[in-house]
């Protein structure tokens, strides 16, 4: 079975993206694996730099039907909406598992976890917002006992990118988190996603198109998922703890699982550098300083926190 993982940076993330690849690199269970980027605003000495490590690195176009006008100067926003076209792109893999580029792998279970789910052909394998340590998806605001307004991923954006008798239906449902995922190269999901996203983005923002159109796409359409604990895709928003014994990031809960895969979401400075830190509590009830980035490779730091989302 040929594996591969996939990810995609600017210029600006190129210090996350390197940071993913070693992270990778580092297991020996890695050689077997293919490492293939999007090149969506690389500068030539960053694709230099990644070279020993990867095995292609493409520059897509726009997925066809999307606005110039929502476009142009954003080549960035390609790593969103062109997902869904990775068998494509990367032809010849039975197996693609995607990274965001601020992602990065600190036990190996996590991508087998992925891979062993996506291999079954008929599914995607994914995380979501659902888990125990990880607080309520929905902010409601009250009058009294009527509810006036609900703030919800698909809420804030699913009536613009569907319009909202499809956003209405999305609501109730936990996020899928697009930062990681896996599926089979003969998934039926990829070609039903491309149409999806397009039509996402065109009418709504390209960002979060990947995101909204995965929803729309297993909890509307009936898309086979697949979903897989917390720990083997952490997002970073939520603390974890750290086990002073393993030198590893851990769930805050018994019996401390150690985390697979860590997503540097929603911490946007710890993100952009690694000299900042937060407090974490230890299994031992002790405290530490500490960066989520991975602490094995400093690959630098961010030019911006993030970038523009439109």
Same mark, same amino acid.
């Given at each position: 079975?040929?594996?591969?993982? *996939?990810?995609?940076?600017?210029?600006?993330?190129? /210090? &996350?993206?390197?940071?993913?690849?070693?992270? $990778?690199?580092?297991?020996?269970?890695?050689?077997? $694996?293919?490492?293939?980027?999007?090149?969506?605003?690389?500068? /030539?000495?960053?694709?230099?730099?990644?070279? /020993?490590?990867?095995?292609?690195?493409?520059?897509?176009?726009?997925?066809?039907?999307? !606005?110039?006008?929502?476009?142009?100067?954003?080549?960035?926003?390609?790593?969103? $909406?062109?997902?869904?076209? *990775?068998?494509?792109?990367?032809? %010849?893999?039975?197996?693609?598992?995607?990274?965001?580029?601020?992602?990065?792998?600190?036990? @190996?279970?996590?991508?087998?976890?992925?891979?062993?789910?996506?291999?079954?052909?008929?599914?995607?394998? +994914?995380?979501?917002?659902?888990?125990?340590?990880?607080?309520?998806? &929905?902010?409601?605001?009250?009058? @009294?006992?009527?509810? +006036?307004?609900?703030?919800?991923?698909?809420?804030?954006?699913?009536?613009?990118?569907?319009? @909202?008798?499809?956003?209405?239906?999305? +609501?109730?449902?936990?996020?899928?988190?697009?930062?990681?995922?896996?599926?089979?190269?003969?998934? /039926?999901? @990829?070609?039903?996603?491309?149409?999806?996203?397009?039509?996402?983005?065109?009418?709504?923002?390209?960002?979060?198109?990947?995101?909204?159109?995965? %929803?729309? &796409? =297993?909890?509307?359409?009936?898309?086979?998922?697949?979903? &897989?604990?917390?720990?083997?895709?952490?997002?970073?928003?939520?603390?974890?703890?750290?086990?002073?014994?393993?030198?590893?990031?851990?769930?805050?809960?018994? !019996?401390?699982?150690?985390?697979? *895969?860590?997503?540097?979401? %929603?911490?946007?400075? +710890?993100?952009?550098?690694?000299?900042?830190?937060?407090?974490?509590?230890?299994?031992? %009830?002790?405290?530490?300083?500490?960066?989520?980035?991975?602490?094995?490779?400093?690959?630098?730091?961010?030019?911006?926190?993030?970038?523009?989302? =439109?």
């Amino acid at each position: 079975m040929k594996v591969a993982i *996939i990810s995609g940076s600017d210029k600006n993330y190129f /210090p &996350l993206l390197i940071e993913m690849v070693q992270s $990778v690199r580092s297991f020996p269970e890695s050689r077997k $694996v293919d490492i293939c980027i999007m090149d969506v605003g690389l500068t /030539p000495d960053q694709k230099e730099k990644l070279g /020993p490590d990867v095995t292609q690195i493409v520059s897509p176009d726009w997925p066809a039907g999307i !606005p110039e006008a929502k476009t142009k100067g954003k080549d960035y926003l390609k790593a969103c $909406v062109c997902r869904p076209f *990775i068998p494509q792109m990367f032809p %010849g893999y039975d197996v693609y598992l995607w990274m965001d580029c601020d992602t990065w792998v600190q036990d @190996w279970f996590a991508v087998e976890m992925f891979v062993r789910s996506a291999s079954k052909g008929d599914r995607l394998a +994914i995380t979501n917002g659902a888990d125990r340590s990880y607080p309520k998806s &929905l902010r409601i605001s009250w009058i @009294w006992r009527w509810p +006036i307004k609900i703030r919800s991923f698909y809420n804030s954006n699913g009536k613009k990118a569907f319009g @909202w008798a499809t956003a209405k239906k999305l +609501i109730p449902h936990y996020v899928l988190s697009a930062a990681c995922f896996a599926m089979s190269a003969n998934a /039926p999901h @990829w070609k039903r996603w491309q149409e999806i996203i397009v039509g996402a983005a065109g009418r709504g923002k390209i960002f979060p198109a990947e995101q909204l159109s995965l %929803g729309k &796409l =297993v909890h509307l359409e009936g898309y086979k998922a697949e979903y &897989l604990s917390a720990s083997a895709m952490w997002q970073c928003q939520h603390k974890p703890f750290w086990n002073k014994e393993y030198e590893a990031f851990v769930e805050p809960n018994e !019996p401390y699982a150690k985390l697979g *895969i860590l997503h540097l979401s %929603g911490v946007d400075e +710890i993100r952009a550098d690694r000299s900042v830190t937060i407090d974490l509590e230890c299994t031992d %009830g002790s405290y530490v300083s500490s960066n989520y980035r991975y602490p094995r490779f400093d690959g630098g730091r961010l030019m911006t926190f993030s970038p523009e989302r =439109v």
